[in-house]
């Protein structure tokens, strides 16, 4: 009697997960035997609105599909976690584009390998679609059937290389759905085992030839930032992609260097890049995918500025809120901001709202989410969003404040600073064309009110 | 002629309707069937079994039933057209179980594919036969699996690396050794792409097998950054479990670096921990934890339970000699040389494996370099996001100094994931230094006006836990968690939602952890706390008030004079208070009550006993129950007048300890961590879902793993011994294979091992004395006990459809001495074997007895007419035949003594058939031939009905060749049930080839 009934929440939470107990530990053990060899058991992709468009048996222990359904009625918060123990099985989730894709396992596996699986699913398909929506995945059912064949064997991946699965199947393009409508039969799985599947380098056909050789660097740069009620920069980071599009006969050896290789915080490459000359003198030398890629991906942190400044004020007195958001360049990057927007979400508390800006379009979706779309800050004046908030009735001042995105995209500049000194090949084909190009936008930019 | 217009005018009309989806197979998907699918199955063009197909797979994603088609699916494997193909294996796959007999007519056509030129082709082939999972196949699968690894194509061994679990998946015991060996093969591959793939199906197949990684283990190191990315997944893991057996942890690691400490010392000599000597230890990492999660990744589940019932044998014991170090291991060496790079692996399940090996491998001054990928590893999705940050908790559990100054990668966007945010809190809290403290509750402050009030309410939880954590801090915080109790308060007056609610009692809540450190200095906020009692609308928040009332009702000086006021208020809002509140303010009443001062008592004394009446008449019996229990309790205390007043008889004595020792007693000391957690390996699901996962396998002992055994005993011998010598559990009873080669071989299972005992065993075999002699479904169990005083009981395990009739238990057996029993057993399905456990002096060795399948037939007379009539009536797919040599007749004597060749060749056929199976012989063909010589045309038939079904069975030998050369039989059997048809089939081919000696 003299302790709390209540725990904390922190640890509360964590003991809500279901099935704990030791008993049922020890007869999953058990039973583990049976099931050893298999890992992911089914995939199914399900629509927006729960409906299971499409299932795929993964090994001989077939999932019965009804744990879509006992999947779909959970609670939302317990709904959207990403790894789930279900009665009978482990469920792993993302969800992309509104589609949900769920895997279903019931025995040990890293849990990220599902999950890196299920995005390097859903990022195939929404490359061969051109998207991902409920009617492209049914409208396409044979090639998502195709696809995850191809993709996974007995629940282990099998090809996930994007090159290589475009030369077993090919993707539907505008040729292959007139000729299908046309002849009534156009077959989109290769007869030929596509030359890279078992070569050293399996990203790369063996020998492509191009009548002109091409190969484009991109920097792309998505700036993070948080800047919290008092206005003070909390955090401001860099998170960067080295983008490659190659067209190059053979097999090419490239090597691309930085100028300031320091500022790089931390790093990632393709399975391409060669870890010794990295770690010896930050040298990427690689044998390029052919056509587009990822080539590194990285962060630099610390950065003392944003391109832009949001200066949100907000008073609130007997019912109703004034708000008034300036949004101005603080330090100039020397190209055009473009694109930029703000987005929030009103407080469940507030009922209407009256918001009108002197530059731009303010829309406010049923949702309660209010986006202003300003495009560039013109050079006369300083875009600014008035207006009023009236708050549910019986509320004087408003508690809870809502938080800012902001979205804006700079083309041929890179914030972090990073440089890229030069890009080299082994043997300088005939005919080459080399270029660079640079842009930042906004990633996960937050202002708070 | 109609109908054809009626048909072309639909289809131009779907033509149009599809006309924004042209080209796509939308309206197949929308209604697969709206045309009769079954004859476009047969249909000779290929576009249009194509479209049928189609259709079936749109049924197959919308969850309907469409194994009916099957049969008429199947026939469509042999088309040339690469789509048909892809869409029939599609299929194929997804009803193979379901359909096994006739799943089994297209193993030809795979076998034809296996030969085929493009390797394409025969991947495809090798995928799906192997998938198709039937017992009766596994063992073509295997050859198949076999042959195709040792395909000059990279792509098919990776395939055949893939179907090595399937094959396993079957169980199938005796093919356990060779599928084993595949493996190995498959890891020493020198293409990255199958290695990748082996060990998948490494970790899959034979966790523990060790022998077999380490023949290549450098090799495999090497071999690693060039390995697929989910290869290199699994076998970061596997190598990292080799490493382990093999030779146990690192000294210098941190899974050890606490006894190293104790033990010998040696980092004060090498000066290892810097920031150890400048002070704070706790700082740098929670040593009992660190201890408590090396535990618990090498402990299994039963070591964790018993370790749990005994309370604080928290300090490992390790062996010195179960440890090793990195300066003096190569493998530990090459381990983390190999691994260090994938941090920077494009996959965050490489970086997370990679992450695992530094951890627990590494030594402690390396470990931070895993700190930034995992860092890095927060900017992928929603979900990667989730599963990193659950790792990482225990990582910064153990050691927070290792991401304390990374505190600012741990602030919240407002798009996480409401997970995600939690997590992170939890992790802020966790790492938050002196240092860092203010700028993370400044963050906190942002995080309490987020318009998600759950999010809130964690934030007020999150501060109470930084508080605990660091006790400079706590009255900054007191005074924001205190304005924000009145501030919610306020707005609660109008209008609660839950969220809001959960946001006041997480602030009363942190704010007691906060006083909990330090009741007396806090004196203030309590009184402050009780005041706003009033405000207070939250059941939970004022229960929580309430109770610390009655905890701190004898603190300092101002509140014991407060009480008498508070109690008159809680009594006077007894009525309205929700059940949960009652509680807490009967509670309090009787704790105030006890430790009342002298001026007080009476007036206490009226206020609780007028609350106790309150509490007798209420609606909610847990109240009732609290109220009679309490004024039971308390009833010398309300019977006397004086607080102090000594009570007389002995018995209200009695009453005064339980009173006090309830109500009086002092507060806990408060606990930083509850040790009792059980942490799983880095990576792993178990960590993330926090409980052990089916398959979820701990570290192997360290030094687990001796090689030299690997030297002297053959693979599967070793593995044995290896297994036993390890635990005898369960697991290994199951894992123990016996060394037969034949599935009909009854002498195969006598490898059933008496490890300990090599000789006896040896003597056993060369007597040519099976263990267990299986005859006419009976079991002789003579000669099977080499010791003497060993009860021996043979049970059945009921777990298959076979029966056993009860039979004895032979208590004894002396040496030499054999006794007979007979066992009847009742096999229901010719697949099925029957189970059975030998246990003799505690040991238990498993056995299997399989029927011989000439025996699960009974002879079934009929006459010719019947015979072919019957015939003609199993065509097709109820027939198969087999070809094979007989060579019986040509020792037969009388051969040369000029009889008949023709009637010996056809006693000698029919002695073999008939003496191997109980069949009955129907007819005899003999040819019209020229010479006498030539045997072409001699036919043989028999008929049976198989025991089980009653279905029947007919059998047709027909004889090729010389007479006095090898004959060519051509066996057919035609039968309904397929399966056992073709067993049979191979069953008797196999008895006609055998050379008999006992020929007469």
């Not at chain 1, 980071?237 to 983008?243: C, D, H, K, R, T």
């Not at chain 1, 991906?297 to 007997?318: A, E, G, H, W």
């Not at chain 2, 060039?226 to 382990?244: A, M």
């Not at chain 2, 007919?954 to 039989?969: F, H």
């Amino acid at each position: 009697m003299n302790c709390l009934s209540v725990s904390t929440s922190m640890e509360g939470r964590r003991s809500n997960l279901p099935i704990r107990s030791e008993k049922r530990e020890r007869e999953r053990e058990r039973e583990r035997e049976q099931y050893r060899s298999s890992m992911l058991q089914c995939i199914f992709l399900l629509s927006d609105s729960g409906e299971v468009m499409l299932e795929k048996q993964l090994t001989g222990h077939r999932v019965d599909r009804s744990i879509c359904a006992w999947f779909w009625d959970q609670a939302d918060s317990f709904k959207s976690l990403p790894v789930i123990a279900s009665p009978t099985h482990y469920l792993f989730q993302i969800v992309r584009d509104g589609i949900t894709f769920l895997a279903c396992t019931q025995v040990e596996m890293p849990p990220l390998m599902a999950i890196e699986f299920l995005c390097r699913v859903a990022d195939v398909l929404s490359d061969y679609l051109g998207g991902l929506n409920e009617d492209l995945v049914k409208d396409n059912f044979i090639i998502v059937y195709e696809l995850l064949d191809e993709m996974i064997d007995n629940g282990f991946p099998l090809t996930t290389e994007p090159n290589i699965l475009r030369e077993m199947i090919a993707p539907p393009n505008l040729v292959s759905k007139m000729l299908s409508v046309v002849t009534g039969n156009a077959s989109n799985v290769s007869d030929t085992l596509p030359s890279g599947a078992g070569s050293c380098v399996p990203w790369r056909p063996t020998d492509p030839k191009y009548s002109s050789n091409e190969v484009y660097v991109d920097l792309v740069e998505e700036m993070d930032a948080i800047v919290n009620r008092d206005g003070e920069l909390v955090k401001c980071e860099i998170y960067g992609e080295v983008q490659m599009s190659s067209q190059l006969t053979g097999f090419p050896d490239l090597t691309l260097s930085f100028a300031n290789p320091s500022v790089l915080e931390d790093m990632r490459f393709h399975p391409c890049v060669r870890f010794r000359p990295w770690e010896s003198h930050q040298v990427l030398s690689f044998v390029p995918p052919d056509g587009q890629f990822k080539l590194m991906s990285y962060r630099v942190k610390k950065l003392k500025n944003t391109p832009l400044y949001v200066k949100p004020q907000i008073t609130s007195d007997s019912g109703t809120c004034r708000v008034s958001v300036l949004v101005g360049i603080r330090s100039d990057p020397g190209k055009t901001i473009e694109s930029i927007t703000l987005s929030f979400q009103l407080p469940h508390c507030v009922s209407s709202a009256d918001l009108s800006s002197n530059h731009g379009t303010v829309t406010i979706l049923s949702n309660k989410t209010c986006t202003w779309t300003i495009g560039r800050i013109p050079s006369d004046k300083t875009p600014c969003l008035s207006g009023t908030l009236a708050l549910e009735t019986g509320l004087e001042r408003l508690h809870v404040y809502p938080t800012f995105k902001v979205g804006f995209k700079i083309m041929g500049i890179a914030l972090s600073g990073l440089r890229i000194e030069k890009l080299d090949l082994k043997t300088i084909p005939p005919r080459l064309y080399k270029g660079f190009r640079a842009q930042t936008r906004a990633g996960e930019f937050d202002v708070r009110l | 002629m109609f109908n054809q217009f009626g048909s072309t005018a639909e289809t131009l009309s779907k033509a149009s309707a599809a006309v924004l989806r042209i080209g796509t197979d939308a309206h197949l998907y929308d209604d697969p069937e709206d045309v009769n699918i079954a004859p476009l199955l047969d249909s000779k063009f290929e576009s249009e079994k194509c479209e049928a197909l189609k259709r079936l797979l749109a049924l197959i994603a919308q969850g309907f039933d469409v194994s009916n088609f099957f049969p008429q699916v199947v026939k469509n494997v042999a088309s040339q057209s690469s789509e048909v193909k892809k869409l029939v294996y599609l299929y194929l796959l997804h009803y193979a179980e379901k359909r096994p007999n006739e799943a089994l007519l297209s193993i030809n056509y795979f076998q034809k594919d296996l030969g085929d030129p493009n390797p394409l082709v025969r991947a495809w082939a090798l995928r799906t036969m192997a998938g198709i999972r039937l017992h009766v196949i596994a063992p073509l699968a295997l050859a198949a699996v076999g042959k195709c690894a040792r395909d000059p194509a990279v792509y098919v061994r990776k395939c055949a690396a893939n179907a090595l679990p399937k094959l396993h998946d079957l169980r199938l015991e005796e093919h356990a050794p060779a599928i084993e060996e595949l493996v190995g093969i498959l890891l020493n591959d020198h293409s990255p792409g199958v290695v990748g793939a082996a060990a998948a199906a490494f970790t899959s197949i034979c966790p523990n097998n060790f022998s077999l990684i380490g023949k290549n283990y450098k090799k495999l190191c090497q071999i690693l950054p060039d390995v697929e990315e989910w290869g290199q997944i699994l076998l970061i893991g596997t190598l990292l479990r080799y490493v382990v057996a093999r030779h146990g942890l690192v000294r210098e690691s941190l899974m050890l670096s606490l006894h190293g400490l104790e033990s010998n010392g040696f980092y004060e000599k090498d000066g290892l921990v810097g920031d150890k000597k400048d002070g704070d230890k706790s700082d740098s990492f929670d040593a009992n934890l660190v201890s408590l999660v090396s535990k618990c990744y090498i402990e299994g589940p039963d070591e964790y339970l018993s370790r749990s019932n005994g309370v604080d044998t928290v300090a490992a014991s390790f062996d010195s000699k179960e440890t090793t170090s990195v300066g003096d291991n190569e493998d530990v060496k090459i381990l983390l040389q190999c691994t260090s790079p994938l941090l920077w692996s494009n996959n965050s399940a490489v970086v997370l494996a990679a992450a695992g090996v530094q951890w627990i491998v590494a030594p402690l001054e390396d470990v931070k370099k895993i700190v930034k990928p995992l860092l890095f590893l927060l900017r992928s999705s929603t979900a990667s996001k989730y599963v990193v940050l659950c790792n990482i908790l225990v990582f910064a559990k153990a050691v927070p100094s290792l991401f304390a100054p990374h505190f600012e990668d741990f602030f919240i966007c407002s798009s996480d994931a409401y997970q995600v945010k939690a997590h992170k809190l939890e992790m802020l809290s966790l790492i938050a230094t002196t240092s860092s403290i203010s700028s993370i509750l400044r963050e906190f402050e942002d995080y309490i006006k987020d318009p998600d009030r759950r999010f809130a309410a964690d934030t007020v939880a999150a501060i109470g836990l930084c508080a605990k954590r660091l006790p400079e801090i706590p009255t900054a915080c007191l005074n924001g968690l205190l304005a924000l109790v009145r501030q919610e308060s306020f707005a609660g007056d109008l209008e609660l939602v839950d969220g809001e609610a959960g946001v006041l009692v997480q602030a009363v809540m942190s704010i007691q952890t906060i006083i909990e450190r330090d009741p007396l200095s806090h004196e203030k906020v309590i009184i402050q706390l009780f005041r706003s009692l009033d405000s207070v609308k939250v059941a939970a928040a004022r229960a929580t008030i309430i109770w610390m009332v009655g905890v701190y009702c004898s603190l300092g000086h101002i509140i014991p004079r407060m009480l008498t006021t508070i109690t008159k208020y809680l009594a006077w809002s007894f009525k309205s208070e929700a059940s949960e509140t009652k509680l807490q303010i009967l509670n309090t009443a009787a704790k105030v009550l006890i430790s009342a001062e002298v001026e007080d008592f009476q007036m206490l004394k009226k206020i609780v006993l007028y609350v106790l009446e309150l509490g007798e008449c209420d609606l909610n019996y847990d109240v009732r129950d609290r109220t009679r229990f309490l004024k039971k309790m308390l009833s010398y205390k309300l019977a006397c007048h004086e607080p102090t007043e000594d009570s007389v008889a002995s018995q209200e004595n009695i009453a005064e300890h339980v009173v006090e020792h309830v109500f009086g007693r002092k507060l806990k000391p408060f606990s930083p961590l509850n040790l009792h957690n059980r942490f799983y390996l880095p990576g792993s699901l178990s960590q993330v879902v926090l409980h052990a996962a089916p398959g979820y396998e701990p570290l192997p002992k360290p030094c687990s793993f001796v090689v030299e055994e690997h030297d002297q005993l053959s693979d599967s011998g070793r593995q044995r011994e290896a297994m036993s010598g390890l635990n005898g559990s369960q697991e290994s009873s199951e894992t123990v294979d016996e060394d037969g080669s034949s599935e009909y071989d009854s002498e195969s299972y006598n490898g059933s091992d008496f490890s300990s005992d090599g000789d006896e065993r040896n003597d056993a075999n060369d007597a040519a004395d099976p263990l267990i002699r299986f005859s006419d479904i009976a079991v002789s169990t003579d000669q099977e006990e080499p010791r003497s005083k060993r009860a021996l009981d043979l049970c059945a395990s009921y777990n298959n459809v076979p029966t056993l009739i009860p039979m004895e238990e032979l208590s004894c057996l002396e040496p030499g001495q054999s006794a007979k029993r007979l066992i009847q057993v009742r096999f229901h399905h010719h697949l099925l074997p029957m189970r059975l456990s030998l246990h003799y002096n505690g040991k238990n060795v498993p056995v299997k007895l399989r029927p011989d399948l000439g025996y699960l037939v009974k002879p079934f007379s009929i006459t010719i007419e019947e015979f072919l009539s019957t015939e003609s009536r199993l065509p097709g797919m109820f027939e198969y035949t087999r070809r094979c040599t007989f060579t019986d007749h040509i020792k037969d004597t009388r051969m040369e003594n000029g009889k008949d060749k023709f009637l010996t060749i056809c006693e000698s056929i029919t002695l073999k058939v008939l003496s191997n199976s109980n069949l009955h012989l129907v007819s005899v063909d003999l040819p019209v031939a020229s010479t006498l010589e030539d045997a072409t045309g001699l036919r043989l038939r028999f008929s049976s009905k198989i025991l089980s079904s009653e279905i029947p069975l007919l059998i047709t030998i027909t004889v090729q060749g010389k007479c006095n050369e090898d004959l060519n039989l051509t066996v057919k059997i035609n039968c309904e049930e397929t399966v056992f048809g073709l067993n049979l089939l191979n069953r008797i081919a196999n008895f006609m080839v055998e050379t008999s000696s006992s020929a007469s």
